[in-house]
Antibody
Framework: QVQLVQSGAEVKKPGASVKVSCKAS????????ISWVRQAPGQGLEWMAW????????NYAQRFQARVTMTTDTSTSTAYMELRSLRSDDTAVYYC???????????????WGQGTLVTVSS | QSALTQPASVSGSPGQSITLSCTGT?????????VSWYQQHPGKAPKLMIY???NRPSGISNRFSGSKSGYTASLTISGLQAEDEADYYC????????????FGTGTKVTVL
């Protein structure tokens, strides 16, 4: 069965970086698009970016473009999201989610990781 | 660009039908048939309930149905059950230059 398993919770100081992993199993990783979605405490969902596990192409939401990098390691079927220059308002649960289709546009997210809580606090 | 607009809360009694709305613009809901809906229970990851406006993934009850008219998408839950109590988020592909996908503000569904 399809599974996305994320790395554990992180506590970071303002200005630091965090790298969250998302290990996929149960399907052909290189045939998929992985998106990252975050959710601040008590707030709604916010789409951040997608990466193609096929060719590494990425697309970032403008507000994160300068601070985020998405990568994949096809040898381990793992996607990574690195967020730099952390601020207190980056405190959130970060989810990876698989695109239902392998296409960049007009997709939906059919399997989700369990979420990784990133807390930014001095 | 703001999030898609959803009512903060909707409630219904067991067995009733309720409809959740999601309003956007010509750049998202009005321009594409790529609206999806997600159910989220407290402390859990979202779950895909509807994709491409009105399609149900395998394993999703036919009590859940989706539709779209103009700039507004809707999710109808019929035969409301206690386990349907959750937060629901719509999402649309968007032609915005600032992002590819936009989520709604979320609706809390309460089963009375």
């Amino acid at each position: 069965q399809v599974q996305l398993v994320q790395s554990g919770a992180e506590v970071k100081k303002p200005g630091a970086s965090v790298k969250v992993s998302c290990k996929a199993s149960g399907y052909t990783f290189t045939g998929s698009i992985i998106s990252w979605v975050r959710q601040a405490p008590g707030q709604g969902l916010e789409w951040m970016a997608w990466i193609s596990a096929y060719n590494g192409n990425t697309n970032y939401a403008q507000r994160f473009q300068a601070r985020v990098t998405m990568t994949t390691d096809t040898s381990t079927s793992t996607a990574y999201m690195e967020l730099r220059s952390l601020r207190s308002d980056d405190t959130a649960v970060y989810y990876c989610a698989r695109g239902r289709t392998p296409y960049y546009g007009g997709n939906s997210f059919d399997y989700w990781g369990q979420g990784t809580l990133v807390t930014v606090s001095s | 660009q703001s999030a898609l607009t959803q009512p903060a809360s909707v409630s219904g009694s067991p067995g009733q039908s309720i409809t959740l709305s999601c309003t956007g613009t010509s750049s998202d809901i009005g321009g594409y048939n790529y609206v999806s809906w997600y159910q989220q229970h407290p402390g859990k990851a979202p779950k895909l309930m509807i994709y491409d406006v009105s399609n149900r993934p395998s394993g999703i009850s036919n009590r859940f149905s989706g539709s779209k008219s103009g700039y507004t998408a809707s999710l109808t839950i019929s035969g409301l059950q206690a386990e349907d109590e959750a937060d629901y988020y719509c999402c649309s592909y968007t032609s915005s230059s600032t992002r590819n996908y936009v989520f709604g503000t979320g609706t809390k569904v309460t089963v009375l």
